[in-house]
């Protein structure tokens, strides 16, 4: 294995879950907990974050992301599960790896470049290009609290902990990082969508940017048989704030 990976539940079947930009393998937890009667659940802390492995400048970030995650890749099929930057991750797992997927659920994957142009991505394109100034700038606290205005899913940056800001501006890099394989799909996963044959789901809160409707519906419209789920009330972080809902819409990819 590469890196350090949180384990939940005993038995059952293998499931991988991969987490979102500036978190950790703990975002996981309650949905984590809500599945561990049926799964055994494992989820690797992603280059840059956590305990996961260091960035390593001269490699393609996502690419990096995606080595670490096959790491622990189950030999036989499991349950790929991922959230934002992590769902691009397990979007990529899946199209490399067929034959290693039960199941794919893609929890508000932010895989740009399938909205691009959309009014949706005009919008958070607007704020994103306010992005690099700032870091140019060096001001990692504003440039996380613009990032987490749009993605925070309602949480201010200055209402966090001073822990909790330090670590996520300290990864505020990331967002410029994964930016080719986000905005350009560097990896060409769009081409390659209508050879996903696993059972997929697409999860997205009610209140989240409207580019994730934009990129969910892309998605749907190319995957064959692709699933779409909206969890009430719930915004970008869905697996953090509702992570009962979310594990429950999970398990009707089981029947």
Same mark, same amino acid.
């Given at each position: 294995?590469?890196?350090?990976?949180?384990?939940?539940?005993?038995?059952?079947?293998?499931?991988?879950?991969?987490?979102?930009?500036?978190?950790? !393998?703990?975002?996981?937890?309650?949905?984590?907990?809500?599945?561990?009667?049926?799964?055994?659940?494992?989820?690797?802390?992603?280059?840059?974050?956590?305990?996961?492995?260091?960035?390593?400048?001269?490699?393609?970030?996502?690419?990096?992301?995606?080595?670490?995650?096959?790491?622990?890749?189950?030999?036989?099929?499991?349950?790929?599960?991922?959230?934002?930057?992590?769902?691009?991750?397990?979007?990529?797992?899946?199209?490399?790896?067929?034959?290693?997927?039960?199941?794919?659920?893609?929890?508000?994957?932010?895989?740009?470049?399938?909205?691009?142009?959309?009014?949706?991505?005009?919008?958070?394109?607007?704020?994103?290009?306010?992005?690099?100034?700032?870091?140019?700038?060096?001001?990692?606290?504003?440039?996380?609290?613009?990032?987490? !205005?749009?993605?925070?899913?309602?949480?201010?940056?200055?209402?966090?902990?001073?822990?909790?800001?330090?670590?996520?501006?300290?990864?505020?890099?990331?967002?410029?990082? !994964?930016?080719?394989?986000?905005?350009?799909?560097?990896?060409?996963?769009?081409?390659?969508?209508?050879?996903?044959?696993?059972?997929?789901?697409?999860?997205?809160?009610?209140?989240?940017?409207?580019?994730?409707?934009?990129?969910?519906?892309?998605?749907?419209?190319?995957?064959?048989?692709?699933?779409?789920?909206?969890?009430?009330?719930?915004?970008?972080?869905?697996?953090?704030?509702?992570?009962?809902?979310?594990?429950?819409?999970?398990?009707?990819?089981?029947?």
């Amino acid at each position: 294995m590469t890196g350090f990976a949180r384990t939940w539940g005993q038995g059952g079947e293998a499931a991988l879950l991969l987490h979102c930009s500036l978190a950790h !393998s703990g975002a996981w937890d309650g949905v984590a907990r809500a599945l561990s009667d049926r799964l055994r659940l494992t989820a690797p802390d992603l280059v840059g974050h956590g305990r996961g492995p260091a960035r390593d400048p001269a490699r393609d970030y996502h690419e990096h992301c995606t080595d670490v995650a096959l790491a622990h890749l189950p030999d036989g099929p499991c349950h790929l599960i991922g959230h934002s930057f992590g769902a691009t991750v397990a979007l990529r797992l899946a199209l490399d790896h067929p034959g290693n997927v039960a199941s794919l659920t893609l929890i508000e994957p932010v895989l740009f470049a399938a909205a691009r142009a959309n009014p949706g991505w005009q919008s958070n394109q607007a704020v994103m290009s306010k992005l690099d100034p700032i870091l140019a700038a060096g001001d990692l606290d504003a440039a996380t609290a613009l990032f987490l !205005s749009a993605w925070g899913g309602d949480v201010p940056f200055a209402s966090m902990s001073q822990a909790q800001r330090a670590y996520m501006a300290a990864r505020i890099w990331v967002v410029q990082a !994964s930016a080719p394989a986000l905005e350009d799909d560097l990896a060409a996963l769009l081409p390659r969508l209508s050879g996903l044959t696993c059972p997929t789901l697409l999860i997205e809160g009610e209140r989240s940017p409207p580019v994730i409707t934009e990129i969910q519906a892309s998605l749907a419209a190319a995957i064959p048989n692709a699933q779409r789920s909206v969890i009430a009330g719930a915004g970008h972080m869905a697996p953090m704030t509702h992570p009962t809902d979310v594990a429950a819409e999970i398990t009707t990819l089981w029947g």
